[in-house]
């Protein structure tokens, strides 16, 4: 198999631009409000958006890829890892997995493999990345398939938010967890469950307690010197403190870098997603 009979596709709540050496496609999905559709792409002003919104008060919503979208980010690639946004709160998942089955109807020599990642963001560019280690190593398909499940269980999510209104008032948490994250000066900790749906921990009464809770949630796991990225909406010097004591306490550096489209609509200004290795 050669490097070109692959191809990683993702949908844009990994925020992956490009990826090196391996082909590579993304499928967008949509930020939507009353006057405005923003698609989920290089394009995309997002702090421009993350900012409109902060001060928007009418409906939102947002839309994942369609099979359709899923099929053009396919191209003609023979071998295919395709990873999505949790199956616990999109229907990304379900359109992917519908585009793969058509895909290998209409091309009988080749393959789709679509990973529900159970989370988003920064722990689906873990994965990502990992797909093209092996596939830089020599791995064939099927090997990769089974190693990627494998190391899957090896990754997680925190997140740590200053609003929960997006994801309140579009069904993705309970109204009663997002109040807590809605009274000033309080982060709502907590990370990504074994559904693939947030898990609420800690209520942080300011940032430094917050950033505490999650260093306590990356030691309790077990960590031992994997890698850790941190991603955040409208709020680069939160991250960087929470980069600069994780060195500190845990030995590691972060990759820190701005969220995307969807995954700045749902974290909202202030927000930071980690992704780590266990
Ligand atoms: O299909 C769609 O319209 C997309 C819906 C996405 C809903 C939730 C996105 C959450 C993004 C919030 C913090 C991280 C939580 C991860 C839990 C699995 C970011």
Known sequence: MQINDFKIVVDSSADIKEFGEIPFGVAPLKIITDTMEYIDDDSLNVSGMAEDLSG?????????PSPIDWLKAFGGSKYIFCITITSGLSGSYNSAVIAKNDYEEQNKDKKVFVI????????MVLIAEKIREYILSGLDYEDICKKIKEYQKNTALIFMLESMRNLANNGRVS????KAAGIL???????????????????????SKAHTAIIDIIKKSGYNGGKIKIGYCINLEGAEKLGKRIKAEL???PLIYPLGGLCSFYAEKGGLIIGFEK
């Open 175 to 178: 109204k009663l967890a997002a």
């Open 116 to 123: 529900d990642s159970l989370s988003t963001g920064p722990e």
């Open 185 to 207: 000066g309080i982060r709502a900790v907590g990370i990504a469950s074994e559904e693939g749906t947030l898990k609420l921990l800690e209520k942080s009464r300011g940032e």
């Open 56 to 64: 928007y008060s009418g409906k939102s919503s947002t839309a994942c």
């Open 251 to 253: 030995g590691f550096e």
